[in-house]
């Protein structure tokens, strides 16, 4: 079984993959946490500071909404290796899918290759109806 993520303090977040599984590739099949503060994240969407949906793409658009879950995660005292859960909700989840590769490079910029535990749900419409993706998550802090 693999133990990724745990800090050298032994706290935080412990990445389990086990070998019997498919292997996780851009999410982890388990994370354990340990620590003292939960934070929970509302869905976000790619809207800029006045409100509106910016980006034509669903790259563009999980860029954003990305951006924006990790300033709120920021804002609370945490960083992308605290997230244990993420969830994606996709308009289009085989757009999502046929973008795999540019999305995963958006995450690695932006997130690290800690990845939380992850779901990729495909949804009629959004909040917001231009909007293409919403991701929300909680993370656990020390």
Same mark, same amino acid.
């Given at each position: 079984? !693999?133990?990724?993520?745990? !800090?050298?303090?032994?706290?935080? /977040? ?6 019997? /599984? !498919? ?8 994370? @354990?946490?340990?620590?003292?503060? *939960? $934070? ?9 500071v006045?409100?509106?949906?910016t ?16 300033? @709120? ?9 605290? *997230? @244990?859960?993420?969830? $994606?909700?996709?308009?289009?989840? @085989?757009?999502?899918?046929? %973008? ?8 690695? %910029? ?6 939380? =535990?992850?779901?990729?749900?495909? =949804?009629? %419409? /959004?909040?917001?109806e ?9 993370? $656990? /802090?020390?």
């Amino acid at each position: 079984m !693999s133990l990724e993520g745990m !800090s050298p303090e032994g706290r935080g /977040l412990e990445r389990i993959n086990p070998p019997g /599984l !498919s292997p996780a590739t851009g999410f982890s099949h388990a994370v @354990a946490a340990t620590g003292s503060r *939960l $934070v929970f994240l509302a869905g976000q969407t790619a809207l800029d500071v006045n409100g509106k949906v910016t980006g034509e793409g669903i790259v563009e658009q999980f860029e954003t909404a990305l951006a924006n879950l990790l300033a @709120a995660l920021a804002a609370a005292g945490g960083t992308p290796h605290d *997230l @244990a859960r993420v969830t $994606v909700y996709a308009i289009d989840v @085989a757009d999502y899918r046929a %973008r795999a590769k540019e999305l995963g490079r958006v995450w690695h %910029r932006l997130a690290g290759r800690d990845y939380p =535990a992850m779901a990729v749900i495909g =949804a009629v %419409r /959004l909040w917001d109806e231009q909007a293409l993706v919403e991701l929300d998550g909680f993370a $656990v /802090l020390p």
